[in-house]
């Protein structure tokens, strides 16, 4: 099968691949075409995903398609973006209809529970990676960013963390659990729901918003660089689930919570006077710590005493 036959087999018949609302013009030409409405901005994001970096070599397709564009999808939810569409980049090894097929429906499962459509890409021959970019509208002046946090506002997630770091030794086969353990755990490594109503609820309310990737405490100095501020984060504040602590313990789904990466759960910075709007529209708010004068990001146990890691979360190029 040639490379415009895989297109058109696997990918431009999904469902996720129809034109409709903002995509004028999707699979077919040599350019997607996008319609705003007026009084938006295009928000645009790429990420790449390598097989043996960013998940394992060998691992169920369908569950890959999922991951890969929950991963990518999450930064339209960090930029309060409405989502629009996506193009795929995928680079494989050999033809495998089974795997296409498999990783084709995993891939439409999240476009269609993300409201994405499949506009366009590319595919070649190679060791196995893939390279998405997103696409999403968000209303000119209210797209959250990571510059604009100020003393005084409340630091705050949306939801526990660790989940998938704690994972990760199940998904490499390093570990075995109880699937009432595994299961929510793994579901978090593999099919991350990006936050996108709860980052379009934070317009005009957040100060300074991002998605955890490589950790809470790495992502968060993001937001403390760009804002010149300091953010403290109080250890005994951050949410794990049920299913990371009776997997890890205390002390090591503290660490995964902490620096592991990963949870594509929003980070936010927020005046007090929205958390109790924000949490009457349903969104969800758990306060983590709080933004001070400074810089750099400290965590601090109950009696306020910093206790920050040396690690605080993934590094492509960190020398070794």
């Known amino acids: 099968m040639g490379e415009f036959e895989l297109i058109r087999h696997y990918f431009a018949a999904a469902p996720c691949a129809r034109a409709g609302d903002s995509v004028v013009l999707g699979i077919g030409d040599d350019c997607a075409l996008l319609s705003l409405a007026p009084g938006e901005q295009l928000a645009v994001s790429t990420d790449t995903l390598v097989a043996g970096v960013h998940f394992p070599a060998v691992c169920d397709p369908f ?16 930029m309060g973006a409405r989502p629009i569409g996506f193009t795929l980049a995928l680079t494989v090894a050999d033809f495998n209809a089974d795997w296409l097929q498999a990783f084709a429906q995993g891939l439409n ?12 890409g590319d595919t070649t021959r190679g060791p196995l990676s893939l390279t998405l970019t997103v696409f999403g509208g968000v209303p000119t002046g209210l797209a959250l960013t990571r510059s ?12 526990a963390l660790g989940d998938a770091a704690g994972a990760l030794p199940l998904v490499v ?10 299961l929510p755990l793994l579901a978090r490594y593999w099919s991350p729901q990006p936050q996108l109503a709860l980052g379009q609820a934070l317009r005009g309310k957040a100060t300074a918003a991002l998605d955890i990737s ?13 804002s010149g501020v300091r953010l403290l984060v109080e250890r005994e504040q951050v949410p794990l689930s049920t299913a990371v ?8 789904a503290y660490e995964a919570a902490l620096s592991g990466g990963d949870d594509y759960v929003l980070a936010f910075t927020l005046p007090a006077e929205h958390l109790q709007a924000l949490q009457a529209e349903g969104g969800a708010v758990q306060i983590i710590g709080r933004v001070v004068a400074g810089e750099g990001v400290a965590l601090i146990d ?13 590094q492509h190029f960190r020398a070794s």
């Open 148 to 159: 604009g946090a100020q003393v005084g506002d409340l630091l705050c997630v949306g939801g």
């Open 173 to 182: 086969g390093e570990r075995t659990a109880e699937p009432a353990l595994a």
């Open 63 to 78: 569950l890959l398609g999922q991951r890969a564009l929950g991963v990518s999808a999450s930064d339209l939810a960090a």
């Open 109 to 120: 499962r999240m476009a269609e529970g993300c409201d994405l459509r499949l506009i366009g």
């Open 245 to 252: 602590l009776g997997l890890l313990g205390a002390d090591a």
């Open 214 to 226: 490589d950790g809470l405490l790495a992502d968060c100095g993001h937001i403390a660089k760009a």
């Open 302 to 314: 109950a009696d306020g005493r910093d206790i920050t890691p040396a690690v605080r979360g993934y």
